[in-house]
């Protein structure tokens, strides 16, 4: 598979009805807290040592990186006492999954920079991930600061999904390489490529997306969108030299169009995988 050629943006009036894809791939994309959610999770802010530690063995298990590139307990400890949050998932007394930011500043206004999130591999897709971020977002409000941003990697597909249309993040931003190339085999030892979630806690967009209406995928005027392979970490390992290729004509259209003024508002399946949505710097959001 390579990456399809460059087009003009798209005229939502324009557009031909995209075709369904196979049901199985689009419950594995937007169905991303499907299975039956653990009503005995519970949320809370992480204080000690041993609290971080417990942490750092879930990052392990999630990153299963070297410890060169492991978060390690003093940034925890940062976090946790100038502003930050850890924040701990548990299920029956045990860690499950959690949450690590940092205090930051932009524009004159405080923010969050929400470095990690990490759910064990046996309680993904049972919204313990949603329930974090709630969390983060409820903590947030209450100490005055209205946005929290991270980073993902624009190939994740569920991660894409569950950023903008379960969360009502937006994306203006893209750091090429962010982090380095890493020990992670979650990075195929391909370059970090990220997309800048920002979480603007109060909008009008964000109050909608968690009262229950998802972003629309038909955005009035002209439109880009950019197509995503599903198969993408299979392929790194299968064909390198064609995840290389994606990896590059994707950096490219996001570098294009966010330089352009444009914003990914939503991202929807397509018979190959997804693709976002980026709307023209004049559009409402």
């Known amino acids: 598979m390579t990456p399809p050629r460059e087009g003009k943006p798209s005229s939502s009036h324009e557009a031909k009805p995209e075709s369904r894809p ?22 809370r802010h992480c204080r000690s040592i041993e609290q971080f530690e417990d942490c750092i063995q879930v990052e392990r298990q999630v990153w299963k990186s070297q410890d060169i590139d ?26 499950v999954g959690f949450t690590l930011a940092i205090a ?11 470095h990690m999130t990490a759910v064990l591999d046996e309680y993904r897709n049972h ?20 946005l929290v941003e991270w980073t993902f990697d624009p190939f994740i597909a569920k991660n894409a999904y569950f950023n903008l249309m379960r969360l009502g993040a937006i994306v203006r931003r893209f750091l090429p390489n962010a982090y380095g190339i890493t020990t992670s085999p979650l990075n195929g030892r391909l370059p970090t ?9 109060l909008s009008d967009r964000v109050l909608s997306v968690l009262a229950g209406s998802p972003p629309s995928t038909r955005i009035p005027g002209k439109s880009a969108r ?28 996001f570098g294009k169009w966010l330089a352009l003024g444009y914003t990914a508002t939503a991202v929807k399946p397509t018979k190959i995988g997804i693709e976002y949505i980026l709307e023209p710097p004049e559009s409402p959001r």
């Open 226 to 253: 950019i197509a995503i392979p599903s198969n993408f970490e299979e392929m790194c390992v299968a064909d390198r030299a064609c995840a290389i290729r994606w990896q590059s004509d994707i950096r490219s259209k």
């Open 22 to 43: 196979p049901k199985s791939q689009a419950n594995s994309i937007t169905q991303t807290d499907s299975l039956d959610a653990h009503d005995d999770i519970v949320i």
């Open 104 to 114: 930051g500043w932009r524009d004159r206004k405080p923010l969050l920079h929400s």
């Open 193 to 201: 490529d990220r997309l800048i979630a920002e979480w603007h806690l």
């Open 127 to 146: 919204g313990v991930g949603r329930r974090l971020k709630l969390f983060q977002r409820d903590d947030a409000i209450a100490r005055g600061i209205h």
């Open 70 to 95: 492991v978060v390690p307990t003093p940034l925890f400890v940062v976090a946790a006492e100038t502003g930050g949050q850890v924040l701990g998932a548990y299920h029956q007394g045990k860690l």
